[in-house]
């Protein structure tokens, strides 16, 4: 894990899994909430998936974002990717990710899932992730990670990246 955060530090795009409703007209474009690409064309993405909505998740490696399988299987349903940089990154220019947060709990040396992410950014800001939501992930910054941290056994560990 900390090999795939070293390698991709460099934090151009925020992609979100989604997926358009055909059912409605016009098409309603809905946030799936269990999938969140970060990183940079040609650097790659972190992949962040609910590995158990409401309370873990999966990091992984992406070449290039795709769209979940999930939504490849619902006829009604086109999936997508929303690109949400302007809200949670800058839209101007490429963050360097400094370091990451990953708070973890008795079940990650077994299943590699995580409870929760805190990256620092080079601009002074931070970006969290935290999948213990009933909705998915969310996405917020430091004012954020009381809904992480302050879960019992959870514990933080850092690791600089860049």
């Not at 925020?14 to 040609?42: M, N």
Request: net charge negative; hydrophobic share 45%; aromatic share 8%.
């Amino acid at each position: 894990m900390i090999r795939l955060f070293r390698q991709c530090h460099r934090f151009e795009e925020l992609l979100a899994a989604a997926y358009g409703d055909l059912s409605s007209a016009p098409e309603r474009v809905v946030l799936y909430g269990k999938q969140i690409f970060i990183g940079a064309p040609g650097a790659g993405y972190l992949d962040l998936s609910v590995a158990h909505l409401g309370q873990w998740m999966q990091v992984g490696h992406a070449a290039e974002p795709t769209v979940h399988p999930e939504l490849a299987e619902e006829d009604q349903l086109r999936g997508v990717l929303v690109d949400m940089t302007g809200l949670y990154l800058s839209s101007r220019r490429a963050l360097e990710c400094k370091s990451v947060i990953v708070y973890i709990d008795d079940e990650f040396p077994a299943s590699g899932r995580v409870r929760g992410l805190s990256f620092s950014l080079d601009d002074g800001t931070s970006l969290v992730v935290d999948p213990a939501n009933v909705d998915g992930i969310s996405l917020g910054d430091e004012r954020d990670l009381w809904r992480i941290a302050d879960v019992g056994d959870v514990r933080a560990v850092e690791i600089p990246v860049g």
